[in-house]
């Protein structure tokens, strides 16, 4: 297949990747603690250029650069800037005010994410969604009533007395996280407990993602998916031109 196809073709299926990663961002915009994702592409092999040079019998190549016939994404970065914080009263509510995690206990392994739209499971546990119990500084968070108090510093008071203190999470190279699902990630690198984390209760952090941002990049992938295909219609037609035509000139 000729350099053309495969350039024409690779960049179409590279826009329409980076319109799903920006679709799912739109859609996710009113998901609390959610990171924004942007495509990363990359060349898929290079090719290096020589120009041949005849000296008497001898002949040499001078290289002159390297190509790519194809580039494809390498990878989602996320982006974890702070979200807008809201106040929503919730009894189990928590947002995070500038790095860290919170803890989530699943089966035994820790899951990380921002989103503290936590509740009580059945014996008065502290849990986000389905996942797993909230962690503290002692384990998993017993509260066992919506009648408590939380200080800015995690910390958990019922009936005037110290329950437990919200672990909060960091890590040094974010880009070591795994995303697990809703928000969540793993990472085999060791978490760092932060000491002076800030936590405000019946807050949530909103998502991070930009709408407009979004809807700019969503119309300029689809220009460039549509400037491919008519490319690759006009180079289809070229090649049929030459292979059927051409060919047959005598």
């Not at 189990?92 to 803890?103: I, K, P, Q, T």
């Not at 502290?126 to 002692?138: A, H």
């Not at 995690?154 to 960091?170: F, M, P, T």
């Not at 990472?187 to 019946?202: F, P, Q, Y």
Request: net charge negative.
């Amino acid at each position: 297949m000729s350099r053309g196809l495969f350039t024409l073709t690779s960049g179409m299926l590279t826009q329409q990747r980076k319109i799903e990663i920006s679709s799912n961002n739109m859609a996710n915009i009113n998901t609390a603690g959610y990171k924004r994702e942007q495509a990363v592409t990359n060349n898929f092999g290079t090719l290096l250029i020589h120009k041949l040079r005849q000296n008497g019998i001898y002949e040499t190549a001078e290289p002159l650069s390297e190509v790519s016939l194809i580039r494809i994404m390498e990878d989602n970065n996320t982006y974890h800037s702070q979200g807008s914080l809201d106040e929503t009263g919730g009894a189990f509510d928590f947002a995070l005010v500038g790095e860290g995690f919170f803890g989530i206990n699943n089966n035994g392994t820790t899951l990380y994410g921002r989103n503290g739209s936590f509740n009580l499971d059945d014996e008065g546990y502290l849990i986000f969604s389905d996942k797993g119990r909230v962690q503290g500084e002692y384990g998993d968070i017993f509260i066992g009533t919506d009648k408590y108090e939380a200080t800015d510093d995690g910390s958990i008071y019922v009936d005037g007395e110290l329950i437990d203190k919200i672990a909060v999470y960091n890590f040094d190279n974010y880009a070591n996280l795994d995303k697990f699902s809703e928000g969540l990630y793993t990472s085999t690198d060791e978490a760092n407990l932060m000491e002076n984390a800030v936590i405000k209760k019946g807050w949530i952090e909103r998502s991070n993602v930009d709408l407009t941002q979004e809807m700019s990049d969503i119309i300029a992938s689809q220009r460039a998916l549509q400037s491919n295909s008519q490319a690759l219609k006009m180079y289809d037609m070229i090649m049929e031109i030459e292979s059927n035509q051409i060919g047959r000139i005598n």
